[in-house]
């Protein structure tokens, strides 16, 4: 699942910054429960109405469905030009003026697209409308949310185009108009996003106009990639467990013990952030071993701000992680003191070789003991200096849960 980019300005490499957006739809692949929605199946799953369509009252599919249609003020004004006479009253802005020459409706699929055709015709007054033909979908259901998708293309013939898509409610006849244009060429994508559960038919009409006035007239129309989708909503956890995720290293020779992590989230309205600690927990010489930080670890990976259950501070793990050296450490010592025990006992009972038995004990024994002494006692030193950190760093800790209320864009 895409669910967004990282900028490349701000990809967090190379001392930059990390910066994420959030795409503001999210569909679900293959979610679609339209049929045949491409027409690779010709006109399965669609009934063709190859007759005259009158806007704002329903018209009457073969096998007796009764189809709604937007009435004449819901569709897009058209534009005049200057023609030999003013439009009359009667065909300004409907659709019901009379043919003095026949269509050429038609409604089929060509070349793997719906296309509904009228052909060239002449109208009885200039400035008139004409409607039809129209195909209608086998009805299919929709949640709140899913996003509708269609390719559309519309062009003159005669003259101006005026096309109509939409879908309507079943149970209602409710109507949400999808494609609703006028002019001499247009395309696009249409989409159209569901806001009541429930049954649906989509429905397209072609249509026309006599825009110069001169009573000659036609249209095409084309649909195509007709989708029915289940939009994606990023969940707070997601965003959260994106937040947790998020690592840290560096490779470099100069760097503070101590770095701060100030990540923000906005939606484009409102920005909340929170600044955090991480800490380097072991040298070598004078280069330091590169940290990583993850956020969903607990400290002794390297961060100040590890999260308890539902992102509160958790300063039982730092507790916890020193409370296990010291008890590596008493396990070294006890180790270290049989050991050294064993060899004394020896030395003691072979008298001609004390000097060297002395000098092997010594050898031996105590660098071990005490290196690792040391080792776990410098560790016990940085994790104690880290529990201090992180009781600083926790302060802000709180806010970090509020990033995930706007989620749209995170900066790190």
Do not use: C
């Amino acid at each position: 699942m895409h669910i967004g980019n990282i900028d490349p300005s701000l990809n967090g490499q190379n001392s930059k910054g990390l910066r994420i957006e959030f795409f503001d739809q999210i569909i679900i692949p293959n979610s679609s429960n339209i049929l045949n929605g491409d027409f690779s199946n010709g006109l399965a799953n669609w009934t063709k109405y190859e007759d005259r369509v009158d806007f704002g009252n329903n018209f009457t599919l073969s096998d007796g469905s009764s189809i709604p249609t937007p009435t004449e003020a819901d569709m897009v004004a058209v534009p005049f030009d200057a023609g030999p006479l003013p439009p009359p009253p009667s065909v300004v802005g409907n659709d019901d003026v009379a043919l003095t020459t026949s269509p050429s409706w038609d409604v089929r699929v060509h070349n793997g697209q719906l296309k509904l055709e009228q052909g060239n015709y002449n109208i009885a007054l200039g400035y008139g409308i004409v409607h039809g033909p129209a195909a209608v979908s086998d009805t299919f259901s929709a949640e709140v949310g899913d996003v509708l998708r269609l390719d559309y293309t519309a062009n003159y013939i005669g003259d101006d185009y005026h096309v109509a898509g939409y879908i309507f409610k079943t149970d209602t006849n409710a109507i949400t108009l999808a494609i609703n244009e006028t002019g001499t060429f247009g395309s696009g994508r249409k989409t159209v996003e569901i806001s009541e559960a429930g049954n649906y038919r989509f429905v397209f009409v072609n249509g026309t106009f006599d825009r110069s006035g001169y009573r000659g007239v036609g249209a095409n129309m084309t649909i195509d990639n007709i989708e029915s989708e289940k939009q994606y909503s990023i969940p707070d956890t997601a965003v959260q467990q994106l937040l947790r995720s998020t690592s840290y290293s560096s490779s470099s020779d100069n760097q503070h013990f101590v770095k701060d992590v100030f990540i923000s989230a906005n939606d484009g309205t409102n920005t909340i952030s929170d600044t955090s600690k991480i800490f380097n927990t072991e040298y070598e010489g004078k280069i330091m071993v590169a940290p990583t930080l993850n956020l969903e670890k607990p400290v002794s990976y390297g961060a100040t701000n590890s999260l308890g259950s539902g992102g509160a501070a958790d300063p039982s793990v730092v507790v916890s992680k020193i409370e296990e050296v010291q008890t590596r450490i008493g396990l070294a010592k006890a180790e270290a003191k049989a050991h050294y025990s064993v060899l004394e006992s020896a030395i003691e009972s072979s008298t001609d070789m004390r000097a060297q038995f002395f000098w092997g004990a010594d050898a031996i024994s105590d660098p071990e003991f005490f290196a690792d002494t040391a080792y776990f006692t410098k560790q016990q030193i940085m994790q104690d200096n880290a529990a201090a950190i992180l009781a600083q760093a926790n302060k802000s800790q709180g806010g970090l849960m509020q990033l995930v209320d706007s989620p749209y864009v995170i900066e790190a």
